[in-house]
C-alpha cells in the first residue's frame, strides 16, 4: 500500500518545517509506505528534515536527458542524487500546462527508470471520454503510447482529469474496471505486474471506499496532502484498512 503526495507548487520552507514537526508524534507502520513529493528547492530540506522517518521524498518531474542546455529541467540523475526515490512522470498537468506529449513522457519515464528511480507514471482520460463511454479505450491508448520500453520499477497512477482538484470521483466500480484494465493492457504488452494508485479529489471523506476498491495499490493525493492532518488520516485509513483485510 503506498500513499503518495504530490504538493505541486505549494508549500514553502516556513509550511514544510510545521508539516514536518508533527510528523514526528505520530507512529508510522512499516506495511504503507509514503512518498512526499515537495517542489524542489525544498527537496534536501525536507529530505533532511524526514530522515528519521519511513517517509521517502520524491520528484514531480524528471527530463529525458541526463545533462546538457536545458534551462528550467531537472535531471533524474540530480534528483535521485538528492536523495529521491520516486518521481511522477505526466502528470496531466505537465501534459496540459507543459505541453508534455505521450512520446516526451516515455522518454521522461526510460530516463527515470534509467537513472534508477522508480517512476509513477499518470494516465487519465477527460471528461469528454468519460462521457463519451472512451474512458477505457483512452487511457489503454495514453499508456501505451507512454509505457518504458524496460522497467522494473514502474507504478501506474490512474488519474482521471476532471476529478484532479475538482472534488469530483469515479465511482468505486469505475476505478476497478480502470485499474483491472491498467493491469491487464501492462500484463499483456509487457509480461509485468504493476501497481496501480488512484489519484484525483482523495479526502479524508472517501480515502476508505477507494482503499476498499480491489484493485487500488495506493493512492495520489494532492490538496488532500498539504495538511498534515489530513496527509496522517489518509495514511491512518491505510494502514487500519490493510490490518481489516489481513
Ligand atoms: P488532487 O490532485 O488530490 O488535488 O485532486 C491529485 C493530483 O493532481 O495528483
Not at 533532511?48 to 531537472?74: D, M, R, W
Not at 513522457?105 to 527508470?113: D, E, M, Y
Request: net charge positive; hydrophobic share 40%.
Amino acid at each position: 500500500m503506498f500513499i503518495a503526495a504530490n504538493w505541486k507548487m505549494n508549500l514553502d520552507k516556513v509550511s514544510i518545517s510545521k508539516f514536518c514537526d508533527d510528523l514526528y508524534n505520530y507512529k508510522f507502520s512499516s506495511k504503507v509506505e509514503a512518498c512526499i513529493f515537495p517542489s524542489i528547492p525544498y527537496m534536501d530540506y525536507l529530505n533532511n528534515l524526514i530522515k528519521k522517518l519511513p517517509i521517502s521524498v520524491g520528484g514531480q518531474n524528471c527530463h529525458y536527458k541526463s545533462y546538457g542546455a536545458f534551462t528550467g529541467e531537472v535531471s533524474p540523475k540530480f534528483l535521485r542524487d538528492t536523495g529521491c526515490e520516486y518521481v511522477i512522470i505526466g502528470h496531466s498537468e505537465r501534459r496540459t500546462i507543459n505541453n508534455e506529449s505521450d512520446n516526451e513522457i516515455k522518454l521522461r519515464a526510460q530516463s527515470a527508470i534509467d537513472s534508477n528511480l522508480k517512476a509513477i507514471l499518470c494516465v487519465g482520460e477527460n471528461n469528454s471520454h468519460r462521457e463519451k463511454g472512451y474512458a477505457l479505450k483512452f487511457v489503454e491508448q495514453q499508456l501505451l503510447k507512454c509505457l518504458p520500453n524496460d522497467f522494473k520499477n514502474l507504478l501506474v497512477a490512474y488519474e482521471p482529469v476532471w476529478s484532479i482538484g475538482t472534488g469530483k470521483i469515479p465511482n468505486v466500480s469505475e476505478i476497478n474496471e480502470m485499474h483491472d484494465h491498467i493491469k491487464k493492457v501492462v500484463l499483456k504488452s509487457t509480461n509485468k505486474k504493476v501497481k496501480v494508485l488512484y489519484g484525483g479529489s482523495v479526502n479524508v471523506e472517501n480515502i476508505d471506499s477507494i482503499l476498499n476498491v480491489i484493485n487500488v495499490d495506493g493512492v495520489l493525493v494532492g490538496g488532500a496532502s498539504l495538511k498534515v492532518k489530513d496527509f496522517l488520516a489518509i495514511y491512518s485509513a491505510a494502514v487500519k484498512h490493510l490490518n481489516n483485510s489481513m
